[in-house]
C-alpha cells in the first residue's frame, strides 16, 4: 500500500517559519522524485518545490525562492520544505507528492498525500 502523509501546517504570522514534513511508504520510493504543491483558496494547484531521487536536482516556483528549501532524507522516506519569511500570499493547503520526472508539473506526479494547511495571517 503507497501512502504519502503530510503534516508541519498551522496558523503563523507573516515573516515566520514553518517546516512541512512529508514521509512516504513503499521501498520504490526512494527513486521517485518528490515535490510540494499548493492550492490557494479558489485558485488552481501550483507547483512549489521539487526535488530528483538522489537530491541532486531541485525546482522553486519564483514566488518562493529565496525563502523555502526543499530537502529529503532517503534514510527516513521523509521530504522537508523550511518555509522562512512567510507571507499572506503563501496561505495554501500543501500537497506532498511523487512522480518518476522531477519538476513542477503536478500531471507528473502519481502519489499524492491528503495535504496539510498553511495560514499565514498578516
Known amino acids: 500500500q503507497v501512502q504519502v502523509v503530510e503534516s508541519g501546517g498551522g496558523l503563523v504570522q507573516a515573516g515566520g517559519s514553518l517546516r512541512l514534513s512529508c514521509t512516504y511508504s513503499?521501498?520504490?520510493?526512494?527513486?521517485?522524485?518528490v515535490g510540494w504543491f499548493r492550492q490557494p483558496p479558489g485558485k488552481e494547484r501550483e507547483g512549489v518545490s521539487s526535488?530528483?531521487?538522489?537530491?541532486?536536482?531541485?525546482y522553486y516556483a519564483d514566488s518562493v525562492k529565496g525563502r523555502f528549501t526543499i530537502s529529503r532524507d532517503k534514510g527516513k522516506n521523509t521530504l522537508y520544505l523550511q518555509m522562512d519569511s512567510l507571507k499572506p500570499k503563501d496561505t495554501a493547503m500543501y500537497y506532498c507528492?511523487?512522480?518518476?520526472?522531477?519538476?513542477?508539473?503536478?500531471?507528473?506526479?502519481?502519489?499524492w498525500g491528503q495535504g496539510t494547511q498553511v495560514t499565514v495571517s498578516s
Open positions: 507528492a511523487a512522480g518518476l520526472t522531477v519538476g513542477l508539473d503536478a500531471r507528473e506526479y502519481k502519489y
Open positions: 513503499g521501498s520504490t520510493f526512494r527513486y521517485y522524485a
Open positions: 526535488i530528483s531521487w538522489g537530491g541532486a536536482t531541485t
